[in-house]
């Protein structure tokens, strides 16, 4: 299932009440699902939110760039959270049916920092 701004993986029972993984960044949003079914039994929900540019919109502060000739880092990860809780996580919750479902952010690389 997609949103405007998500992609939304439906738990396949318990919708309502499990648990749901807000991946930032959707493009090993497969993977992540299959490592995670893997990984338990227990039902859970999976929306992964795209994200255009990782270094200027994960960053947490703006910083140099770390290779040479790469871009520097942007710093807009406020903002990034800012459009996760206003507009990604409430449209989550409504196409799952599940506004009170528990919610963990989730990432890899430097939405991993971005998420912790």
């Known amino acids: ?10 738990a396949e029972k318990d919708r309502e009440t499990a648990p749901v993984f807000l991946l930032l960044g959707e ?8 490592c995670l079914r893997g990984l338990t039994d227990v039902p859970f929900s999976l ?3 795209p994200v255009e540019d990782w270094d200027r919109e994960l960053s947490p502060w703006p910083a140099k760039a770390v290779f040479k000739g790469g871009e520097d880092f942007g710093g807009g990860g406020d903002a990034f959270l800012e459009r996760v809780e ?13 506004p009170a479902a528990p919610v963990y952010l989730a990432g890899y690389s430097l ?3 971005l998420a912790a």
């Open 47 to 49: 929306a992964a939110c």
């Open 1 to 10: 299932m997609n949103g405007s701004d998500h992609i939304l993986y439906p």
């Open 86 to 98: 206003q507009a990604i996580l409430p449209a989550v919750r409504e196409g799952l049916g599940a």
């Open 27 to 34: 493009e090993k949003a497969d993977r992540v699902l299959d």
């Open 111 to 113: 939405a991993g920092l």
